[in-house]
C-alpha cells in the first residue's frame, strides 16, 4: 500500500516537473518570440547533421568549409550534430537517433538543415519528414548521387561529391607506364562501395591498357598477404578502407599507414588523404563540399526556391604529397596543369621571407639612421668649422676694432692735445705780438717828451729796435711754416765762408748773452772753410737754436760750432739751461709743442723754433739729435752735408773775447 503511495506521489511530481518544463520551454518561446520581434535578436536556426564524427579528419575538413560560410554567430544558431556511422550504423541505431532528434528538436523552429555525407542525407529522406517537417535541406559529401533519390522532396538541394576513376587512373598510367594492373581497396562502407561501382563502370574503357583487381571488405591479413605478393607492374588505389570485417572502425591515418606498408608499390587515392603516406590523386576536397552546401542553404533562408537551385558536382583537383612523389621519382613536369603539391620543401627565402623582409627593413632603417647621423655629425662639424671661423674673425675684428680704438683714442688725444696747443699757440702769438708791439708804442710815446735826455733817446731806440727785432723774427717763423705748410720752401745754395756767418752770429747774439750775465763761445777752426749749402736756412737753423738757448739758459755759458767731420758738417749748439725732459725729447720738434712750464722763464716764443729747424735740416738732408737733461743743459747737433773747402791754418779774428773763451 505504502509502495503504490510512493510511486504515486513520485509521479505525480514527475507530471508536474514535464508540466512545469513543457510551460517553461513554452514561455521561453514566447519570449523569444517577443524579443525577436522587437530586438531581432533572432538569429537563423541551422542543424548540421554530420555522417560522421569529430577527429574524422574528412568530416573535420567539411565541417571547416560549412562553418566559412555559417560562423556568423549573430545570424546562425547552429545546432551540430555528429551522427557517428562510420563507427555504428545499425538500422536500430538510425531509429534511436531519430527518437532522439525528435525529442531535442520537438519545440525548436528549424529554418533548414545541413545533411553532411551519404548517411546523413538518406537519414533525412527518411525521417526528415518526421523530424523537421517542411525544413529546407542542403546536402553534402554524396558519392553515388542520383537524382531519382530527391524525387518527392522538393525542398533538397545540395552538391554532390564528384569523383573522376577514369582521371586518376590515365595519370597513374602516364607517370607510370609499366603499370598495367590497378588494385583497389575499399572497405563495406556506402562511400567505398559507391567508388568501386564507379570503377567497374570504366574497366571496360581501360580494357587493353590495365586490369581491375578489387580488393573489397578485407580482413588486414588477407589484404596484407595479397598487397605484398602484388608484381612491380601494379599501382594500388585506395578508396576506403576504415570499417574492419568485424565492424571495427580505423582512421584513414592507421588505413593509409597499413597500407604502404604492406607495399612499397605507389598508392594513389580518390579521397583527400594526401599527406598521409598515398601518392596523391584526383581528389574531391571536403572543405570545398562543406562551403558549397552552406552556400546553398544560405540561398534557401534568403527565400531561393530549391527546386529553382542546380545539384553540382563538387570541385575535383589533382593533389600530391612531394615526398611520394620524389620517392616514384615523379617529374614535378608530369603533374597536370593546377596540382596542389603538398610538403613541397621550401626555399630559405619561403622558410624566412617573413624574418628577411623584417631585417632588410630594420637594415635599412639603421642604415638611413647612420647615414642620417652621419649627415647631422658632418654638419655639425662643418657648422662647428663655421662657428670656430667665425669666432676667428670676430676676434680677429674685435683686436681690429680695439687697434681702430687705441688709434682712434690716440688720434682723439692727438686732436685734443692739437687743439690745446693751437689754443696756446693764439695765445703766444697775441703776447709774442702784443709785447714787442707795446714796446714800440710806449718807448715811442717815451721819446716824444721834452725832458728825455740824449742817452734816454738812444736807450729807448734801441729797445724799440729790439722790439722791431723780435716781432721780424716772429713774423720770420710764421712765413717759413707757411711755407712748410704749402711746399714751397726750397733750397737756394751757395758758395760761402763758413766762419764768417759763425762769427756774424756770434756778434750778433754776443751782447745780448753778456747782458744776462752768461758766456757766449764759439768754437771752430783757424782755416778759411768754404762750404755750398743753403746760407740762409743754416743762419736761421743756428737762430733758432741760439735764441732758446739763451731764453731757457740763466747761467752759465752758450757755445756753438761745427765739427769738421769727412764730407758731412756737423754743427752743435750746447747750453748750460733749464734742459727739457727726457718724455718731451721725442716731441721737441713739432710744431706748438712747448715744454717749460714758465717755471724759471717768463714764457716767450710761440712753439714754432725747433719745428722749423727739424724742417730746414731734412730738407737739407741732414739730421738733428738732441741730448739733453733737466736742469743740466740741452745739446742740439745736426749735420748737414755739403761741399766743403779747406784753407788749412788761416787765424781768423772772430772777436777777442769769444776766441779767448774758445781756446
Ligand atoms: P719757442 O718759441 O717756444 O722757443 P721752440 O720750438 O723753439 O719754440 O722751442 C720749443 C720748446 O722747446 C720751448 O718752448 C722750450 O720749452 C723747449 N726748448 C727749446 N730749446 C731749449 C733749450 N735750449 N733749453 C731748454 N728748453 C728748450
Not at 315 to 336: C, G, H, V
Amino acid at each position: 500500500m505504502n509502495s503504490k503511495l510512493t510511486i504515486t506521489i513520485l509521479i505525480f511530481i514527475r507530471f508536474l516537473h514535464v508540466e512545469a518544463f513543457v510551460s517553461a520551454q513554452k514561455s521561453g518561446d514566447n519570449k523569444r518570440e517577443a524579443y525577436s520581434k522587437s530586438w531581432d535578436f533572432s538569429r537563423q536556426r541551422i542543424v548540421v547533421l554530420n555522417a560522421y564524427h569529430q577527429k574524422y579528419h574528412w568530416a573535420d575538413q567539411l565541417m571547416d568549409g560549412v562553418f566559412s560560410e555559417l560562423g556568423d554567430k549573430d545570424k546562425y544558431e547552429l545546432y551540430i550534430e555528429y551522427m557517428d556511422t562510420k563507427r555504428c550504423s545499425d538500422s536500430i541505431y538510425y531509429q534511436q537517433l531519430k527518437e532522439i532528434y525528435l525529442h531535442k528538436y520537438r519545440g525548436v523552429k528549424v529554418d533548414g538543415v545541413l545533411a553532411c555525407d551519404e548517411n546523413a542525407l538518406n537519414f533525412m529522406l527518411q525521417n526528415g519528414d518526421d523530424v523537421f517537417p517542411e525544413v529546407p535541406v542542403s546536402f553534402c559529401g554524396i558519392v553515388g548521387f542520383d537524382t531519382l533519390l530527391l524525387k518527392g522532396h522538393d525542398l533538397y538541394a545540395g552538391v554532390y561529391e564528384g569523383f573522376d576513376v577514369a582521371d586518376n587512373l590515365e595519370f597513374i598510367k602516364r607517370v607510370h607506364p609499366q603499370v598495367n594492373h590497378i588494385v583497389f581497396i575499399s572497405d563495406s562502407t556506402s562511400s567505398g562501395k559507391a567508388l568501386i561501382a564507379k570503377a567497374e563502370n570504366i574497366e571496360p574503357q581501360f580494357k587493353d591498357k590495365l586490369t581491375f583487381e578489387y580488393l573489397i571488405h578485407q580482413h588486414p591479413d588477407s589484404l596484407k598477404k595479397r598487397l605484398s605478393a602484388l608484381s612491380e607492374t601494379t599501382a594500388v588505389m585506395w578508396c576506403m578502407y576504415v570499417r574492419m570485417p568485424d565492424g571495427s572502425f580505423i582512421s584513414t591515418e592507421q588505413s593509409i599507414d597499413f597500407v604502404t606498408s604492406c607495399t612499397h608499390l605507389p598508392v594513389y587515392c580518390l579521397w583527400d588523404v594526401v599527406g598521409q603516406g598515398v601518392v596523391g590523386g584526383n581528389i574531391t576536397p571536403p572543405f570545398f563540399q562543406g562551403a558549397g552546401s552552406a552556400k546553398i542553404l544560405k540561398r534557401i533562408l534568403k527565400g531561393e526556391d530549391p527546386s529553382d537551385i542546380e545539384i553540382t558536382k563538387s570541385l575535383l583537383y589533382f593533389k600530391f604529397d612531394y615526398n611520394q612523389l620524389e620517392k616514384y621519382e615523379i617529374d614535378l613536369a608530369d603533374l597536370p596543369n593546377g596540382s596542389i603539391v603538398i610538403n613541397r620543401p621550401t626555399s630559405f627565402w619561403q622558410k624566412y621571407s617573413n624574418e628577411i623582409v623584417w631585417i632588410l627593413f630594420v637594415l635599412v632603417v639603421l642604415l638611413i639612421s647612420v647615414f642620417t647621423l652621419i649627415f647631422l655629425y658632418r654638419k655639425s662639424r662643418r657648422a662647428e668649422g663655421e662657428v670656430k671661423r667665425k669666432n676667428t674673425e670676430l676676434e680677429d675684428l674685435s683686436s681690429n676694432l680695439k687697434l681702430v680704438n687705441q688709434e682712434l683714442k690716440i688720434s682723439k688725444s692727438r686732436a685734443e692735445e692739437s687743439d690745446k696747443l693751437k689754443t696756446a699757440f693764439l695765445a703766444n702769438l697775441s703776447h709774442e705780438i702784443r709785447t714787442p708791439m707795446n714796446g714800440i708804442m710806449g718807448f715811442a710815446d717815451l721819446l716824444r717828451g721834452e725832458d728825455v735826455t740824449k742817452q734816454e733817446k738812444l736807450d729807448y731806440l734801441g729797445l724799440i729796435e729790439s722790439s722791431g727785432q723780435r716781432m721780424l723774427v716772429l713774423i720770420d717763423d710764421l712765413v717759413n711754416v707757411s711755407k712748410i705748410e704749402s711746399g714751397t720752401l726750397e733750397l737756394v745754395e751757395s758758395k760761402f765762408e763758413l766762419n764768417n756767418l759763425l762769427k756774424t752770429i756770434f756778434l750778433f747774439f754776443e751782447k745780448e748773452v753778456k747782458a744776462k750775465g752768461l758766456k757766449l763761445k764759439l768754437k771752430n777752426d783757424p782755416d778759411i772753410i768754404i762750404v755750398r749749402m743753403d746760407r740762409t736756412k743754416l743762419e736761421q737753423i743756428l737762430y733758432n737754436l741760439l735764441r732758446n738757448a739763451l731764453k731757457f739758459t740763466h747761467q752759465g755759458s752758450i757755445e756753438f760750432g761745427y765739427l769738421n767731420n769727412h764730407g758731412n758738417m756737423g754743427f752743435y749748439v750746447k747750453d748750460s739751461g733749464i734742459g727739457i725732459p727726457k718724455e718731451k725729447q721725442n716731441v721737441i720738434f713739432e710744431r706748438f709743442v712747448q715744454v717749460n712750464d714758465n717755471r724759471e722763464s717768463p714764457k716767450q716764443g710761440v712753439g714754432l723754433g725747433l719745428a722749423i729747424v727739424k724742417e730746414f735740416v731734412d730738407l737739407m738732408g741732414g739730421k738733428i739729435q738732441l741730448d739733453s737733461e733737466k736742469d743740466k743743459g740741452s745739446l742740439f747737433v745736426f749735420t748737414i752735408p755739403c761741399e766743403k773747402i779747406v784753407v788749412e791754418n788761416v787765424a781768423v779774428n772772430i772777436g777777442s773775447e769769444a776766441i779767448a773763451d774758445f781756446k
